[in-house]
């Protein structure tokens, strides 16, 4: 599969890029950002950290505002940051062009309702065929870690819980930890999977984490701001909790008062999970 470079940019002594391909999954063209720390080459790879965004994101926002790259160049992580939907010319989105449905908002699952399936596969392009590109072009050493935010901490946190011992660890920030009883998750299960609510249990963490062996579940960090104001509608990581105890797993969830749903809260925290990661991903 051949990549286009779309953008090129020295960053913290390695360097950040965008490229865009065929996706065959999504059968449109995708577009993803990586971050290639110092001195890695095919003599020197390094591991990867899928970084999955949320509602309204391209791969561009986590790469302009989230702060990675100096902790990044420092730990040797190479950084993946895909978009959070397919685009393009035939592509459909929400009727009503809202931002919590459709384009930009692809919830990382595969669809099987009409008119989406035919490009919304985001769980097998960041399971499969993202990762098996990322392998093919650049030094990756075959270790992989995922995280993400809101929407992405979800798909974060059902990726790393469907595909046990293949993330090294995983973790969220503000992730919608129970799209099976929340609005968003409600209304993009909706239109992506259809009216059986039994097929949306496949793409929910509390209901995954409660049915993970205790000694196969990777370690797990939650970050969680407290004035975020999508906590109480949306988010409800008590509930992440509740599955981690069902499952008598260990989950780190971390409650920072007075931070937001926002960038600035992701930038405060995302050296610490960097360094989570780090210590699996070594
Ligand atoms: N526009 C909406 C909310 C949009 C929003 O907050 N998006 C978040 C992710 S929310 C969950 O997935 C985001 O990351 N936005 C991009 C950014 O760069 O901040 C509203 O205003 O309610």
């Not at 290639?36 to 970084?51: I, M, Q, S």
């Not at 975020?228 to 105890?245: G, H, I």
């Not at 409650?255 to 749903?261: F, K, L």
Request: aromatic share 12%; glycine share 8%.
């Amino acid at each position: 599969m051949s990549l286009e470079l779309i953008a090129n940019n020295k960053v913290h002594g390695g360097w950040h890029k965008r490229y865009s391909h065929k996706s065959t999954v999504n059968n449109c063209t995708m577009t993803f950002a990586i971050f290639l720390p110092p001195g890695v080459d095919e003599t020197a790879k390094a591991p990867v950290l899928y970084w999955l965004s949320g509602l309204t994101c391209t791969d561009e926002n986590f790469m302009q505002k989230a702060a990675a790259f100096k902790t990044a160049a420092e730990l040797g992580i190479i950084l993946v940051a895909p978009d959070t939907s397919p685009r393009g010319e035939g592509v459909a989105d929400d009727p009503e062009g809202s931002y919590d449905f459709g384009l930009g908002a692809g919830f990382y699952v595969n669809a099987t309702e009409e008119p989406y399936k035919q490009h919304y596969q985001m769980y097998d392009y960041i399971c499969t065929e993202l990762p098996a590109l990322i392998d093919e072009h650049f030094p990756s050493n075959g270790k992989k870690a995922i995280s993400g935010h809101s929407m992405g901490g979800h798909g974060a946190l059902v990726i790393g819980l469907r595909n046990l011992g293949q993330y090294t660890s995983v973790s969220a920030f503000a992730p919608i930890t129970n799209p099976l009883n929340c609005p968003w998750g409600e209304k993009a299960f909706s239109g992506y999977l259809g009216k059986d609510r039994e097929s949306w249990k496949a793409y929910d963490s509390c209901e995954l984490l409660s049915h993970t062996p205790a000694d196969k579940c990777p370690p797990l960090l939650v970050s969680q701001g407290m004035s975020d104001n999508f906590l109480e509608s949306q988010l409800r990581p008590e509930r992440l909790v509740a599955a981690a105890e069902q499952a008598d797993v260990s989950l780190c969830l971390e409650q920072h008062p007075g931070y937001d749903h926002s960038y600035f809260f992701i930038s405060s925290f995302i050296d610490q999970h960097l360094r989570f990661h780090a210590q699996y991903l070594s």
